[in-house]
Nanobody
Framework: QVQLAESGGGSVQTGGSLTLTCAGS????????MGWFRQAPGKEREGVAV???????TYADSVKGRFAISQDNAKNTLYLQMDSLKPEKTGMYYC????????????????????????WGEGTLVNISS
C-alpha cells in the first residue's frame, strides 16, 4: 500500500523560504511520476511542480525560478524548495505519485491539478503573511 506523508509546512513572511518533504512508503519515488500540488482556501487544486523518474521536471509558470522539485532516491523522499514566497502561494500542499510522465503528461498534470495521479498524501499547510 502506497503511503505518502508531507511535512515542512508552516508560517513564513513574504520573501521567506520553506522546504517541503514527502516521504514515501510502499512506493519507490524514482519509479514513476511525482508532483506537488496546492489548494488554496475556496479554490481548486492546482499544479506546482512535477518530476519524472528520469529527473525531468516541469513547473507552473508562477513558480519558475523560485521553486525547485527534487527527489532523493536513497531516502525515498520528494522535496519542494520554495523561495521568495508570496501570500498568494498560501494553501495546503499535497504530494502525489502516478505512472511515468513525459513532458506532455507533466503539463497536463499541472493544468488539471493532479487529476490522474494514483496516490496522495494528506497535505501540509503553508501560510505566507504579508
Amino acid at each position: 500500500q502506497v503511503q505518502l506523508a508531507e511535512s515542512g509546512g508552516g508560517s513564513v513572511q513574504t520573501g521567506g523560504s520553506l522546504t517541503l518533504t514527502c516521504a514515501g512508503s510502499g512506493y519507490t519515488v524514482s519509479s514513476g511520476c511525482m508532483g506537488w500540488f496546492r489548494q488554496a482556501p475556496g479554490k481548486e487544486r492546482e499544479g506546482v511542480a512535477v518530476i519524472d523518474s528520469d529527473g525531468s521536471t516541469t513547473y507552473a509558470d508562477s513558480v519558475k525560478g523560485r521553486f525547485a522539485i527534487s527527489q532523493d532516491n536513497a531516502k525515498n523522499t520528494l522535496y519542494l524548495q520554495m523561495d521568495s514566497l508570496k501570500p498568494e502561494k498560501t494553501g495546503m500542499y499535497y504530494c502525489a505519485e502516478g505512472p511515468a510522465c513525459n513532458s506532455r503528461r507533466r503539463w497536463a498534470l499541472l493544468k488539471r491539478g493532479g487529476t490522474g495521479m494514483d496516490s496522495w498524501g494528506e497535505g501540509t499547510l503553508v501560510n505566507i503573511s504579508s
